[in-house]
């Protein structure tokens, strides 16, 4: 089974829920809703063999635009065929399904993009922290993102 | 030399000490002890462990001056080389195991980002600027990362105070390094 394949499939069994794909990018893509997510990726998985979470970023898109979650899937195999699912969410509502019961790797990675960018898995068990300190304040990559001025009594913003 | 002090000592007639009598001062003797076998914790926070881990081998082979056992408990070493990023989320921790060393200890900054913040002072919201603001420091290092030999100085230079100390000057005016705060 190659990519191509993969989105034929995809494409079949979504139809229009599925709403932007890629294929001539550098990293080819689809697109979907955070609704239409959790079905995709155990489609991904239990159909197309998709059985390896690569990769999950989180990346602030700016103002107007929002918050993206990007999770690249991969086939087990010689072949490693494999593409990227973009999801997208506004600052507001800052709310995507979490897929770690259908890849585990999503436990750590989706903990990382709600630490640094404050994009929230509902449905994780246990959705804290991973890299900053538990009682740290905010999320420190978001674009309007302000270092605190003292940290426990600290001075931290030196320059 | 009297007979029983001989036997005291366990001199046989052959020993070279047998018709000397060695003289010193107990400060110089326990600062030479002390300055001969400074014992670093091992401490590698980022990069610049990779640079102290080269100066514990052959190369440069720390274990010349007396520093080679790097110990794994904070109980046993008296210099903490504290090597890396120092991140907001580790400081407590590294004031533990400083807190957790016995007297008389030493503390060595090694690397632009243990000087100062280094790479991370404008953008890196996580990283302790200068780890002399939760420890006191008694010797910089600076380099990202310092080569070994300027560790090996820096090790020098720790060496060199450890032979100002005095036996009964426990509060050790004027030795003992502040901690910085802004
Ligand atoms: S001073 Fe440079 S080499 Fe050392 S820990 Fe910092 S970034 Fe790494």
Known sequence: MNRASIVADVRKAFGERITEVDEAA??????CEPATWPELARFLKDRCGLDMLVCLSGIDRGKGVGLEAVYNVERCDAQRAGIAVKIRVPYEDAVIPSVETVWRTADWHEREAWDLLGIRFAGHHN?????CAEDWEGHPLRKDYKSPDRYHGIKNNVV | MSETLDQELMLGTESPLQDNI???????LINWTRRSSVWPMTFGLACCAIEMMATGASTY???RFGSGPFRATPRQADLMIVAGTVSHKMAPRVKRLFDQMPEPKFVLAMGACT?????????GYHVLKGVDRIVPVDVYVPGCPPRPEALLEGLFRIQEKMERERLFDRTRVG???KILVE
């Open chain 1, 127 to 131: 959705l804290v922290r991973i890299l």
């Open chain 2, 22 to 28: 060695l003289i010193t001062q107990v400060d110089k």
């Open chain 2, 61 to 63: 082979d720390i274990d």
């Open chain 2, 115 to 123: 000087v100062s913040g280094g790479p991370y002072i404008k953008h």
């Open chain 2, 175 to 177: 030795a003992r390094p």
């Open chain 1, 26 to 31: 550098l990293e080819p893509f689809i697109r």
